[in-house]
């Protein structure tokens, strides 16, 4: 089934959100901004920023908002050198999470191919922080590739993340055009497979961005290799230019393509897809099937085991 493609000048109805605003919204940027602490909501220009910090959710970005990549399709500045690490900062992230009385957290961060574990130790502190303060929460990292270095994904697994989530962003034919060079189609699976092998307990996770000139078939077998590599949970979302400096919008995937390709991804035997415009690979990640299906795994649908 080839659904047609849909490419006006400007974006269609179904990707116009509101302005950021709102009580949430307000104390939320204040929280971050006395604990300088970032999040990939405002840094990457997420669309749905404003719906979220009202609902009270927001995906924190660790280690500074300078990224040592240059990826063609984010907004998230770019440096040879990050800034230096702020020893404090699990405890503001773990300190903020309880502010802001969240049950489900999202960790992510910039690559830092510049300090020499890639800032894995540090993600590992934010994630065992998180967990001592907070017993029920269910916390989810997305993390960068390690440039395909196995020990130190394994630094980040060890500290016991519910879900380890890391991005393949887009299909095979693609990638050399989208993602920094460093980064790798085969790299990513590696990552992927090396966590659900050796770490069976933790959820894996990945994301695809449709409309960089992808074709069905190339999402389906993306889908599969995903699927193969153990990924549990899936999400789907349309890419969107940050700036004119940026790759360009190849295709605005109708919503009913975007239903079509759930389907495929329910046929590859994936826990759950959230397949959407605005999908994002931590919107709402609470409110998505992967909470209760978390805390059913653990055999407590209401509180995780302490």
């Not at 849909?6 to 009580?23: E, H, I, M, N, S």
């Not at 500074?64 to 907004?75: E, H, I, K, Q, S």
């Not at 300090?115 to 303060?133: M, N, R, T």
């Not at 050796?198 to 190339?218: A, C, H, V, W």
Request: with cysteine.
């Amino acid at each position: 089934m080839q659904l047609p493609a849909f490419t006006p000048q400007r974006k269609p109805d179904w990707l116009k959100v509101k302005a950021p605003g709102g009580p949430n919204y307000s104390r939320i940027k204040g929280t971050l901004r006395d604990r300088r602490l970032y999040t990939v909501c405002e840094e990457a220009h997420c669309p749905n920023v404003g719906e979220c910090w009202d609902g009270g959710t927001a995906t924190f970005m660790i280690m500074g908002d300078l990224c040592t990549r240059g990826c063609r399709f984010c907004a998230v500045k770019t440096s040879k050198k990050g800034i230096l690490l702020d020893p404090d900062e699990p405890k503001k992230v773990s300190d903020s999470i309880g502010i802001m009385n969240l049950e489900y957290v999202v960790v992510t961060s910039v690559n830092r191919d510049d300090l020499p574990d890639g800032g894995s130790s540090h993600f590992a502190k934010v994630i065992e922080q998180a967990k001592a303060d907070h017993p029920d929460l269910i916390v989810e990292v997305l993390t960068p590739d390690f440039l395909g270095n196995c020990d130190q994904v394994a630094t980040v697994a060890e500290a016991k993340p519910d879900v380890f989530a890391h991005n393949i962003e887009t299909v095979r034919r693609l990638t050399p055009k989208v993602r920094d060079p460093r980064a790798g189609y085969d790299q990513s699976l590696k990552v992927l497979a090396f966590v659900h092998q050796k770490y069976p307990r933790i959820f894996t996770k990945s994301s695809l961005m449709l409309g960089l000139g992808e074709r069905d078939e190339e999402v389906l077998e993306t889908m599969h290799d995903l699927r193969h590599s153990g990924v549990s949970f899936l999400t789907l979302g349309q890419y969107l230019q940050p700036t004119k400096k940026h790759l360009d919008v190849e295709e605005f995937v109708v919503p009913e393509k975007f239903d079509y390709l759930k389907k495929w991804g329910e046929t590859f035997g994936f826990e759950t897809v959230a397949s959407g415009p605005l999908v994002r690979s931590s919107y709402k990640a609470g409110e998505f099937f992967i909470q209760r299906k978390i805390r059913s795994s653990y055999g407590m649908e209401n509180a995780r085991p302490r």
